[in-house]
């Protein structure tokens, strides 16, 4: 699906050829089967309702009708289908709730929720399609860091602890991972190293003790003493591509003016799912559709 951005406003400029559209792009169904009668459903207008239109079943002892959007990604909200693909584009081209929120006349509230009903297309996707770094000839460089500090409890409640996320960078070829974890032990890192990285990948990482058993899962481990170096100075050993990724990831949640905790999982989701797709909105907004094609297909 190749489309320019003014392809896009043009064939969803109203909802009649923003329901072909999305017809056409596999978002809506094309045809649908009555869920009582099991008989092929017809397109009928009714009037207040939304889009104007729903599926009625011909017989005249059934005449049950569903919604248009039924199975859709769209099913379970009342804004209109011109409104619905324009939250789609802003969030691919990555503007603000507030220039979204004055851009297709909805409340703020409605934003956030369909921001974060998108991220969860990305989580479903991250998921679906797993990818391991490393392997032999790969270095793979690995490091935490910190994206929520502790805070002190108070009269009304407990101590936020702090959050932590690990990741690692294939040297290679660029990709990378994060996962949030609660610990930094051996016992919660390891499991997320073996799942992430290929045994006899040349891991590179600081002297951290949770480290110290790689040796003894199949992995080549190479460290750097941070107090001493940023970089080995003997074998080049360095932790810079982990730490620009961190750096990276934060600055995208600064320009969304901080995260909250709760949805700190889907950030991370969504930074890793953008990575792996080209910095471009419109090729963005291909990947997300055909995402959710795969999950909601009508």
Request: one cysteine or more.
């Given at each position: 699906m190749a489309i320019s951005m003014r392809e896009f406003h043009l064939a969803t400029a109203d909802e009649d050829t923003c329901r072909q559209w999305m017809r056409q792009h596999g978002l809506l169904a094309q045809v649908m089967t009555c869920p009582k009668c099991y008989t092929l459903m017809e397109e009928k207008s009714f009037t207040k309702v939304s889009d104007s239109k729903r599926w009625r079943c011909p017989p005249k002892n059934c005449r049950h009708t569903v919604s248009l959007r039924r199975?859709?990604?769209?099913?379970?909200?009342?804004?209109?289908l011109t409104q619905l693909a324009d939250l789609l584009y802003y969030w691919c081209i990555e503007l603000s709730v507030q220039e979204v929120t004055a851009q297709v006349q909805v409340d703020e509230n409605t934003v956030i929720s369909w921001f974060n009903f998108i991220r969860e297309?990305?989580?479903?996707?991250?998921?679906?399609?797993?990818?391991?770094?490393?392997?032999?000839?790969?270095?793979?460089?690995i490091d935490e860091t910190m994206v929520a500090r502790r805070k002190p409890g108070n009269a009304q409640g407990r101590p936020v602890r702090?959050?932590?996320?690990?990741?690692?960078?294939?040297?290679?070829t660029g990709s990378f991972f994060m996962e949030i974890v609660r610990r930094r032990d051996a016992a919660?890192?390891?499991?997320?190293?073996?799942?992430?990285?290929l045994p006899g990948t040349r891991i590179w990482s600081d002297e951290w003790r949770a480290y110290h058993q790689l040796p003894q899962l199949g992995y080549?481990?190479?460290?750097?003493?941070?107090?001493?170096?940023?970089?080995?100075?003997?074998?080049?050993?360095?932790?810079?591509?982990?730490?620009?990724?961190?750096?990276?990831?934060?600055?995208?949640?600064?320009?969304?003016?901080?995260?909250?905790?709760?949805?700190?999982?889907?950030?991370?989701?969504?930074?890793?799912?953008?990575?792996?797709?080209?910095?471009?909105?419109m090729a963005v907004f291909e990947s997300i559709i055909r995402a959710i094609r795969v999950q909601y297909p009508v």
């Open positions: 199975g859709s990604f769209f099913e379970k909200s009342g804004k209109a297309i990305c989580s479903a996707d991250l998921i679906a399609n797993p990818v391991q770094l490393g392997g032999p000839g790969h270095i793979v460089a702090s959050q932590w996320v690990f990741g690692g960078v294939d040297l290679n919660t890192l390891t499991p997320v190293i073996q799942r992430n990285i080549v481990h190479e460290t750097v003493n941070h107090s001493h170096h940023f970089v080995n100075p003997a074998t080049g050993v360095h932790t810079n591509n982990i730490e620009a990724r961190w750096s990276a990831c934060k600055a995208t949640f600064k320009r969304r003016y901080g995260v909250t905790r709760r949805h700190l999982p889907s950030y991370l989701d969504e930074h890793m799912w953008r990575a792996r797709r080209p910095h471009n909105g």
